[in-house]
């Protein structure tokens, strides 16, 4: 099924400048490592370790944060969106 993953300004160093990727997966878990392939480095800004996200990183599927979905195990369809959002934190 093809998924489109949108690359948020920071991470596209490792996209050649590409806003968005299209990959292939049943889960959020599954394109998002088939991306890696496609990106090469962007999963040390994604991953902590096997299938654990950065805590730093928000992915959403159509709109919805996977967090309260199955999180990485969140099935896809084809046209689905995923959006990779970095946390940003600061201030006073």
């Known amino acids: ?20 990727i299209e990959t292939e997966g049943a889960s959020v878990g599954e394109v998002l ?9 962007i999963e040390t800004r994604l991953f902590k ?4 996200l950065n805590r730093f990183v928000n992915v959403y599927l159509n709109d ?11 099935p896809v369809k084809s046209g689905d969106e995923i959006s990779i959002v970095p946390a ?5």
Not at 1 to 20: D, H, W
Not at 49 to 52: A, D
Not at 64 to 74: A, G, H, W
């Open 1 to 20: 099924m093809t998924v489109k993953v949108r690359i948020p300004s920071p991470l596209r160093t490792y996209t050649n400048g590409a806003e968005t």
């Open 49 to 52: 370790g096997p299938n654990q």
């Open 33 to 41: 490592n088939a991306l890696k392939s496609k990106a090469v480095g």
């Open 64 to 74: 919805e944060d996977i967090r309260f979905l199955k999180n990485l195990e969140t």
């Open 88 to 92: 940003i934190a600061g201030g006073k």
